[in-house]
């Protein structure tokens, strides 16, 4: 008797967050990959426009395609409707997932979930009133009916515990920078195409205040290193506003460079090209980009948090804030001493290079088998 796990992967066909869809896609590879013998995975995705997955999913038995579109999807989900995702043992790589009723005994059903990110419980407005209510709502309904809850932290798993009753049921199950993360061959032509300079610090994120791009920038300023700034990841539009935000902390718009979203190569000729990654952000969410800074052996100056103590340990510098809360002058003093010579720089990629090789994608799925085994 063949055992399917069946992958939630609406992200890989109608994405809205592409942090969220390159792991998506990462999982269900991997979970492929590492499938015990006699069990097989099925992705289960929203209806919608053909879709050819057999390359971007290659190795999963079959996709089943739900009843409706995304959006309706979300909506029957979120009230516990029949949503045509079906039962059986469903794997989420997000809180997307048909929460109900179900036997784990009698008909050996299985429903996990994973939450990466708590910014609808510590910075609601960032996200909005709809996007908020649905993952407080999805998670009211893991309590009730999830089999396990995946969080990629230990710290993180202590902060949802305080959310609800969920401490028996939580797992800590981190991700990884994709499978196959590197600087191409073709850098810099690459960087050269997106208008990029050569050297230069790189950070992440938007203008939400979470993300913390203000104190960065303070940051650069303070430590008087004289580079050029790139952020990443940037929203739709969101350029003329970090660059006010930049502006506000006295950075100079010559020397600011914002895109958005990358695909892995392109964002692997970027963290190849810079000097060092700044994390100034302390939510409570997995830090995706430091993973790629660890990954690739570029120095990481973050500030102190409960989530990057845990991931970085040892393999960059860590920046307690000050009793006002700000981290900006000690991230600048720390982005200095990161970058005051050679040899300290040098030092810090063989520690950031050190540490990213504790995490992958296949040890990720590994364990994932493992917790639905032990359900």
């Given amino acids: 008797m063949?055992?399917?796990?069946?992958?939630?992967?609406?992200?890989?066909?109608?994405?809205?967050?592409?942090?969220?869809?390159?792991?998506?896609?990462?999982?269900?590879?991997?979970?492929?990959?590492?499938?015990?013998?006699?069990?097989?995975?099925?992705?289960?995705?929203?209806?919608?426009?053909?879709?050819?997955?057999?390359?971007?999913?290659?190795?999963?038995?079959?996709?089943?395609?739900?009843?409706?579109?995304?959006?309706?999807?979300?909506?029957?989900?979120?009230?516990?409707?029949p949503s045509g995702a079906g039962a059986g043992m469903i794997h989420a790589p997000s809180l997307f997932a048909p929460l109900v009723r179900h036997s784990r005994v009698h008909d050996h059903d299985q429903t996990v979930v994973t939450v990466w990110d708590l910014r609808a419980w510590e910075a609601p407005d960032e996200l909005g009133r709809t996007e908020t209510a649905w993952q407080r709502a999805m998670l009211k309904r893991a309590v009730k009916h999830a089999d396990a809850v995946v969080v990629p932290t230990h710290s993180m798993a202590e902060r949802l515990a305080e959310l609800g009753p969920l401490a028996d049921r939580l797992r800590v199950i981190p991700g990884a920078a994709p499978t196959g993360f590197a600087v191409p061959s073709d850098e810099i032509g690459r960087r050269r195409a997106a208008g990029l300079p050569e050297g230069y610090v790189l950070l992440s994120g938007g203008t939400a205040p979470s993300d913390g791009l203000a104190e960065g920038f303070a940051?650069?300023?303070?430590?008087?290193?004289?580079?050029?700034?790139?952020?990443?990841?940037?929203?739709?539009?969101?350029?003329?506003?970090?660059?006010?935000?930049?502006?506000?902390?006295?950075?100079?718009?010559?020397?600011?460079?914002?895109?958005?979203?990358?695909?892995m190569w392109d964002r692997g000729a970027v963290f190849g090209g810079a000097v060092t990654f700044l994390a100034p952000s302390a939510r409570t969410a997995f830090p995706w980009r430091v993973l790629d800074a660890l990954t690739l052996g570029v120095p990481v100056v973050a500030v102190e948090s409960s989530v990057h103590r845990e991931v970085v340990v040892e393999g960059g510098l860590l920046v307690q804030a000050d009793a006002s809360g700000s981290a900006a002058d000690g991230l600048g003093a720390a982005l200095a001493a990161a970058l005051g010579s050679t040899q300290s720089a040098e030092r810090l990629a063989v520690l950031a290079s050190d540490r990213g090789r504790a995490f992958s994608w296949r040890d990720c799925a590994d364990r994932v088998w493992h917790l639905h085994a032990d359900l």
């Fill in 2 to 81: 063949t055992v399917t796990l069946r992958v939630m992967l609406d992200q890989v066909v109608a994405p809205t967050d592409h942090r969220l869809a390159e792991a998506s896609a990462e999982l269900a590879r991997s979970l492929v990959v590492a499938a015990p013998a006699g069990c097989e995975v099925e992705a289960v995705v929203p209806s919608g426009p053909a879709q050819d997955l057999d390359t971007l999913l290659a190795g999963v038995a079959r996709v089943q395609r739900a009843g409706l579109p995304r959006r309706e999807l979300s909506a029957a989900l979120q009230l516990g409707l």
């Fill in 219 to 263: 940051a650069v300023v303070r430590s008087r290193v004289d580079l050029p700034v790139v952020v990443i990841d940037a929203g739709a539009g969101e350029e003329p506003a970090i660059a006010d935000l930049a502006a506000a902390e006295g950075l100079p718009e010559r020397r600011l460079h914002v895109r958005g979203a990358l695909d």
